[in-house]
């Protein structure tokens, strides 16, 4: 998968819900952690959207049981056709128990997000950008959501986002949480590479999102015609 441009990405727990996704989507972010047999519906999916295969771990917010298992599971979805990139975490690449991940997936030419998640609040600059630079050590895109509790935050993580994309450095950005919703359709303006939509309010995968169609309808009406 390809981050020169944005990608917004449907995020689900359903590939059968990719039909719905095609109008808006560029992307289909599988949850496999939210997933019930995950690696039997990849093998399934006729989808016509490439896949970015997200296997969340649970001390970072998702649903994925054992560390050694869900790693396997995402090295081997890594090797399935559709699955054109996956997210891995930098605390898991930073232990070391990820980089078999990362080896796998680029044998396979899948491209690698490699994100960090402060469900808390939003950190200094300086902290934010030691994660973009480790991110972009090990994956092809780096990303960053944090949560903002006012729009100073909001601001400094769009500067820096400006700031890597001058530099050409991929980088995906997010203020999760209410008072950084507007950045997860104003951030594309400044950089950011990735964005992430649920088809439906309900099934959100993170704080602040706005469903799928109403992602793509913002952003597009924001962008430079
Ligand atoms: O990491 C991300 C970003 C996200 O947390 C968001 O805030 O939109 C949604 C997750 O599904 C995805 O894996």
């Known amino acids: 998968m390809d981050f020169d441009s944005f990608v917004l990405c449907a995020s689900t727990a359903d590939l059968g819900a ?12 599988f949850r496999m952690d939210l997933a019930s047999d995950p690696l039997e519906a990849l093998d399934d999916y006729d989808g016509e959207l490439p896949v970015l295969a997200t296997n969340r771990a649970g001390w970072e917010g998702g649903d994925g049981g054992d560390d050694d298992e869900r790693l396997d599971a995402l090295a081997t979805a890594a090797t ?16 070391g128990d990820g980089r078999s991940v990362v080896e796998q997936a680029r044998g396979a030419g899948v491209s690698v997000v490699v994100s960090t998640h402060d469900f808390e609040g939003t950190s200094d600059g300086e902290t934010m950008a030691t994660a973009l630079d480790a991110g972009l050590e090990h994956g092809d895109v780096a990303k960053l959501a944090v949560t903002a509790t006012d729009r100073r935050s909001v601001l400094s993580l769009l500067a820096l986002t400006n700031e890597y994309d001058r530099a050409g450095d991929p980088v995906a950005t997010i203020a999760m949480g209410e008072a ?16 992430y939509a649920p088809l439906d309010p309900a ?23």
């Not at 719905?20 to 289909?28: L, Q, S």
């Not at 099934?203 to 015609?225: C, I, K, M, N, Y």
């Open 18 to 29: 990719e039909p719905a996704a095609r109008e808006h989507a560029d992307a289909v972010e």
């Open 180 to 195: 950084g919703r507007h950045s997860r359709v104003v951030a594309p303006l400044y950089g950011s590479r990735i964005g």
């Open 203 to 225: 099934d959100a995968t993170a704080p602040g999102q706005f469903d799928l169609a109403t992602t793509a309808r913002l952003v597009d009406e924001l962008s430079p015609q």
């Open 80 to 95: 399935v056709a559709p699955v054109e990139a996956v997210d891995l975490e930098l605390a898991s690449v930073q232990d």
